[in-house]
């Protein structure tokens, strides 16, 4: 069976999956740290499902016994559909969030680890 086409662009061309761009940016970013910044800049209007996927993950590990992870992770949430209903055109966060950093080789390891995931809800 083919692969799903990918989404088309407005300029005709075949838009890149979010996962796929993902993967690229881990495998290629230069620097020592990625910031939550970085990825975000990088895909635009989709860095809304982006941050959605990662404040939400949390949740979906079996942390039991961490109390707060809910609530620090929720508010984020909450701010980014806020956002998403008023209708703007790029995530707003606090220079402080977008600040937060994971070691390259982390975000490389995150991001190989839920690329096959991403990639199942894109479809």
């Not at 890149?16 to 993902?22: E, H, M, V």
């Given at each position: 069976m083919p692969a799903d086409p990918e989404?088309?662009?407005?300029n005709g061309r075949a838009a890149?999956?979010?996962?796929?761009?993902?993967l690229d940016l881990a495998r290629r970013f230069p620097g020592e740290r990625v910031r939550l910044q970085d990825p975000s800049q990088?895909?635009?209007?989709?860095?809304?499902?982006?941050?959605?996927?990662?404040?939400?993950?949390?949740?979906?590990?079996?942390?039991?016994?961490?109390?707060?992870v809910s609530t620090l992770t929720g508010l984020p949430l909450v701010l980014i559909a806020?956002?998403?209903m008023i209708g703007?055109?790029?995530p707003w966060l606090p220079k402080w969030l977008l600040s937060r950093s994971l070691h390259t080789?982390?975000?490389?390891?995150?991001?190989?680890?839920?690329a096959p995931w991403l990639h199942v809800i894109e479809r």
């Open positions: 989404p088309s662009g407005n890149s999956r979010t996962s796929s761009i993902l990088l895909l635009g209007n989709r860095s809304f499902g982006f941050l959605l996927f990662i404040f939400a993950l949390p949740n979906t590990l079996p942390m039991i016994g961490i109390p707060g806020l956002q998403m703007l055109p790029r080789n982390d975000f490389r390891r995150l991001v190989e680890k839920t």
